[in-house]
């Protein structure tokens, strides 16, 4: 596609629930990131998958949050038993092979509101 | 970890106004760029500019990596140039990139 899309753009559901985030990278783009904004603040890392596997998840804030690339394009990003402080713009990135000196582009963000 | 600060926080100008920005950050980094996130909330690519100056339409940026800031130009500033202005660096070990607080800039018709 022509830009990094994410779906849906807007999530409400309420605590406990599970919810997944889906991703689609600029077409070509091997390297592709989760990022979550809070209102008022600068993005925070998440994961960076490199391919399919998960190059880096070390931004992951507990075992609730999950992501999967499994055929190295779609990324899908899982959250089990949502709790309030999940509320925030989820941003996924994409660029072109990741590692040194790779430009990241940004899909639309996701927003997550957990009543 | 890395630390990225901006400044400053908040800026309001008239339409015609010349400004700049500042991204200070406490290491070495693989590469900066520079965003503008619309009112809407989306991030657009100004500059990836790890290291020299570069130049699109009213908008420059010059990233000195050995004194470890870099300066976003906005000459002739539009309404449309409202929104906040972010600086993130990659960093050397994962890629990942670490963000300022941003800059958020209001132009005023």
């Known amino acids: 596609g022509a830009g990094v899309s994410q779906t849906p753009s807007n999530k409400v559901t309420e605590k406990g629930k599970y919810v997944e985030l889906r991703c689609d990278p600029i077409s070509g783009h091997t390297a592709l990131y989760w990022y979550r904004q809070s209102l008022g603040q600068g993005p925070e890392f998440l994961i960076y998958f490199q391919g399919t596997g998960a190059a880096d998840d070390s931004g992951l804030p507990n075992d609730r949050f999950f992501a999967v690339r499994p055929e190295g394009s779609v990324s899908t990003l899982k959250i089990q038993r949502t709790e309030r402080g999940d509320s925030a713009v989820y941003l996924c990135?994409?660029?072109?092979?990741?590692?040194?000196?790779?430009?990241?582009?940004f899909g639309p963000g996701t927003r997550l509101t957990v009543l | 970890g890395i630390q990225v600060e901006q400044s400053p926080p908040d800026l309001i100008l008239q339409e015609g106004a010349n400004s700049t920005l500042r991204c200070n950050f406490s290491d070495s980094v693989n590469n900066l760029q520079w965003f503008h996130q619309n009112p809407w909330g989306q991030l657009i690519n100004l500059f990836y500019?790890?290291?020299?100056?570069k130049q699109n339409g009213r908008l420059s940026a010059t990233t000195v990596a050995t004194e470890r800031y870099s300066l976003l130009y906005i000459s002739s500033s539009q309404t449309t140039d409202s929104g906040v202005y972010f600086c993130a660096v990659e960093r050397r070990s994962n890629y990942q990139l670490i963000w300022g607080a941003g800059t958020k800039l209001i132009i005023k018709p």
């Open positions: 990135a994409s660029s072109l092979t990741g590692g040194e000196l790779n430009e990241q582009f």
């Open positions: 500019i790890p290291s020299g100056t």
